[in-house]
Nanobody
Framework: QVQLVESGGGFVQPGESLTLSCSASGILLEDYAVGWFRQAPGKEREGVAMVTSSDGARWYSNAVKGRFTISRDNTGGTVSLQMNGLQPEDTANYYC???????????????????WGKGTLVNVSS
């Protein structure tokens, strides 16, 4: 059984940083493109950062570009999301997703993504 597990969420004040981590069991995460998505209350799930399986191409949404960094440790089998300069509008549940196809992850229907984690909450508030 495949499981993606996110960790690292929490409560922070505006301007602070958090690092989220995604690990997997049942698959080798290094074989998959991985993305971080988020969903705020009452809003649709949106992609924020993605990376290819080869640790090559990266993509960031305009909302987080310059503040968030996605990286993968294929030795350790994890994908991290470093989030700097957090703002209240970044408050959401953050989900890790993995797919055989970077293109599918990047542009496809989120309902067709191979694997999802259950999410970790990031709450930014003063």
């Amino acid at each position: 059984q495949v499981q993606l597990v996110e960790s690292g969420g929490g409560f922070v004040q505006p301007g602070e940083s958090l690092t989220l981590s995604c690990s997997a069991s049942g698959i080798l995460l290094e074989d998959y493109a991985v993305g971080w998505f988020r969903q705020a209350p009452g809003k649709e799930r949106e992609g924020v950062a993605m990376v290819t399986s080869s640790d090559g191409a990266r993509w960031y949404s305009n909302a987080v570009k310059g503040r968030f960094t996605i990286s993968r440790d294929n030795t350790g089998g994890t994908v991290s999301l470093q989030m700097n300069g957090l703002q209240p509008e970044d408050t959401a549940n953050y989900y890790c997703a993995a797919d055989n196809s970077y293109i599918q992850l990047r542009t496809g229907d989120i309902n067709d993504v191979d694997y999802w984690g259950k999410g970790t909450l990031v709450n930014v508030s003063s």
